[in-house]
């Protein structure tokens, strides 16, 4: 697993390891390792208020004429400090769950949906999708075609039908057939679309009301590659209530995967899966560890 994901995160990886080489090739000093890390930060889509935390706590934490080795140790405990801070414990029941996708068009809600729809029904649960994306016109159908490819259940609306109201069904049907994990795709929205922004407001409510406890996880789906972007998208989103992580999308192929620090450091929301490619077998689980593990060596 960690050896694909280096793989997955070769663009990323590419960046730290040219800086790396180069203050290897010219014993530096302290002060001169800070500033190459800080430019393989940057570079790397951190983002400049995270990076600046980072390279505060190393310089303290850090002796004069210290090794590079003994910084970069330091550099991994800290990125390590950040993304552990909050739990990435998945929190569905084995009675009846409900896990929504929500985020800004594009993002690649339905394709990370399709994935835990796998990963679920590949653990033993049983599992229905619903297709709330009444906004778009093709959105039902590419849900549709995944529920034909995986073999699961889709309950699909009308075109400009009310999501809520889509969802209603698929809870009673979910409840008719005893099945244990509704999975929700809805609309791509911006923040500034206020009404898009209250229709999610309501599925919640509708869901909550069918449901104890749920939405159980309504994670919200950010694109990796468009790094410190998916950052802005986010701190409007967060705005509505209720999210309780995120699937980051998209790490396959980008150099701005450094971007999950800052998204977990600023967002003040874990990273519970990670999306690497278009399949369906193609996701994590979030390990920072692994992440760091894979980023810097
Ligand atoms: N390389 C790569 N592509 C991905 C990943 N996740 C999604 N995609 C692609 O991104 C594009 C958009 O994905 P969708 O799942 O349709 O995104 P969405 O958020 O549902 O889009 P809307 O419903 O239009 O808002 C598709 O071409 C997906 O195949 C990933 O982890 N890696
Ligand atoms: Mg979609």
């Given amino acids: 697993m960690l050896g694909n994901l280096k ?17 290897l ?20 889509d951190v983002g400049m208020t ?31 400090k950040i993304l552990c801070q909050f739990p990435t414990d998945f929190n569905i029941n084995d009675s009846r769950s409900v896990v929504m996708m929500v985020g800004v068009n594009g993002g690649g809600k339905t394709t990370s949906l399709a994935k835990l729809a796998y990963r679920f029904k590949d653990q033993g649960k049983s599992i229905m999708m619903a297709a709330a994306d ?32 889509v969802i209603y069904d698929a809870i009673q049907s979910l409840k008719a057939r005893s099945l244990q994990l509704l999975l929700v795709d809805t609309a ?57 992580g995120i699937f980051l999308s998209k790490l396959d192929g980008t150099a701005k995967g450094g971007s999950v620090i800052s998204i977990v450091d600023e967002l003040k929301l874990p990273i519970k899966f990670i999306g690497i490619g278009e399949g369906e077998k193609d996701l994590l689980r979030f390990s920072s560890r692994e992440f760091v593990r894979a980023l810097l060596s």
């Avoid at 793989?7 to 203050?23: C, D, Y």
């Avoid at 090739?25 to 570079?43: A, F, N, Q, Y």
């Fill in 50 to 80: 995270s990076t600046e935390k980072i390279i505060h706590s190393i310089r303290q934490k850090s002796k004069k004429n210290d090794s590079f080795q003994t910084i970069k140790k330091i550099l991994e405990e800290e990125i390590v």
């Fill in 134 to 165: 009444t906004f778009r016109a093709a959105a039902q159908e590419q849900l549709a075609l995944w529920g034909k490819k995986l073999n699961i259940p889709v309950v699909k609306g009308q075109y400009g039908a009310d999501p809520a109201s």
């Fill in 7 to 23: 793989e997955k995160l070769a663009g990323t990886r590419e960046t730290f390891k040219e800086r790396f080489e180069e203050i």
């Fill in 25 to 44: 090739r010219s014993s530096k000093t302290r002060d001169e390792i800070l500033d190459e890390l800080t430019e393989s930060m940057i570079l790397a």
């Fill in 188 to 244: 791509g929205r911006v923040h500034t679309n206020v009404n898009l922004m209250n229709e999610l407001e309501k599925i919640k409510r509708v869901v909550s009301r069918e449901i104890e406890g749920a939405p159980h996880e309504t994670l919200l789906v950010l694109d990796a590659s468009i790094g410190q972007n998916a950052l802005i998208q986010a701190k409007e989103f967060i705005k509505f209530s209720g999210l309780t």
